[in-house]
């Protein structure tokens, strides 16, 4: 076991679905105490949907770190993913009473340490941009502040007559499909890799994978989806993209078409997406497609450790929140 500065504290250690209800109840104190702390004091975080820390989970694995106090109460976590080379840090939290004093720090070193050593190019998190509270901490640990990540959404309001292939439906061809899904993220990022993210995505029933085939039947695009509630006790509300991966424009605005039939067939009006603006081009052409701002987070990037370049007209959209 690890001990860090304060001796009250232990971990970090590997968390199991017995952690949920405390985990769940550390997300929403800290966060609501953050909004408190941005003037928001109307605002409070519900509960997490306890299938959405199943994926949390499954998506970190040996990643998903948390301390506790001398009493054995959890009292903070980190869920560090690796997918690929792709590394990032999200959601983590510190037990209100316990910040303030050092921890987080050594909560994010613990985070950083562990995506090192296991050979990420990438590492990164996302944090809200009016919070210069977050932005001055992280950037203290060395971390650069880069571009928004815009939630974009739009209501539907028909049925388009559309039919998306899913990679439910693959059957015995799924192997073959995923690996088409690796081959062409890597393709544009060297190294990236969101097969887990997909089968786990398959195996919790709690969304699926379009996949866009252009002429001649090769990828050229997936879109990974849920379609479960974010918040416990919630109806399905939305279908929220978490990972959108296109060659050109065609393919991202044929998996946006085929996510909105996708929706509509299980009578869900919205879908949303957690667009990066660094791609300009692409976001301005969603826009042009109807859909608005709904949320900002700011993207940031351990110094050394940013965002490899993607090739001209193609797209590949990550999602650095759970």
């Known amino acids: 076991m690890a001990w860090l500065p304060d001796r009250e504290i232990h971990g970090p250690e590997r968390p199991t679905m017995r ?11 800290a966060f609501t105490d953050r909004y408190r702390r941005d003037g928001m004091s109307g605002v409070r975080v519900p509960h997490l949907n306890p299938v ?23 009292c903070a976590f980190n869920f560090v993913h690796l997918s690929g080379r792709e590394g990032w840090m999200g959601p983590l939290a510190v037990r209100p009473d316990r910040q303030g004093t050092g921890f987080g720090k050594e909560m994010i ?25 977050n932005i001055g901490f992280y950037s203290r640990l060395g971390f650069v502040p880069g571009h928004l990540t815009v939630t974009l959404v739009r209501d539907l309001a028909r049925r ?19 690996k088409a899904c690796r081959d062409l993220t890597q393709r544009l990022i060297p190294g990236a890799d969101f097969t887990r993210e ?9 969304g699926d994978t379009l996949l866009f085939r252009a002429g001649g039947g090769e990828l050229g695009g997936f879109a990974l989806y849920h379609t479960a509630p974010l918040a ?18 065609d393919a991202i605005e044929r998996l946006i078409a085929a996510a909105e039939a996708a929706a509509l067939a299980v009578d869900i009006r919205r879908v949303s997406l957690r667009c990066q603006t660094a791609f300009g081009d692409p976001y301005l052409r969603l826009i042009r497609l109807g859909y608005r701002a709904h949320w900002t987070d700011l993207r940031m990037t351990l110094a050394g450790y940013g965002e490899p370049l993607v090739p001209s007209g193609a797209v590949v959209w990550s999602n650095w929140e759970i």
């Open 160 to 178: 388009p007559a559309l039919h998306p292939q899913v990679l439910s439906t693959a059957g015995p061809a799924r192997p073959e499909r995923l």
């Open 52 to 74: 959405i820390w199943r994926y949390a989970l499954e998506d970190a694995g040996e990643g998903a770190m948390v301390w506790r106090d001398a009493d054995g109460e959890l």
């Open 198 to 206: 997909l089968v786990a995505t398959a195996d919790l029933r709690i």
């Open 232 to 249: 416990a006790g919630r109806p399905q509300e939305e279908l929220r993209i978490l990972k959108l991966v296109a060659r050109d424009g």
């Open 19 to 29: 952690d949920i209800d405390a985990l769940n109840r550390i997300f929403s104190e």
């Open 109 to 133: 070193n613990a985070g950083i340490t562990w995506l090192k050593d296991r050979g990420a190019a990438t590492i990164g998190l996302e944090t809200m941009p009016r919070t210069i509270e």
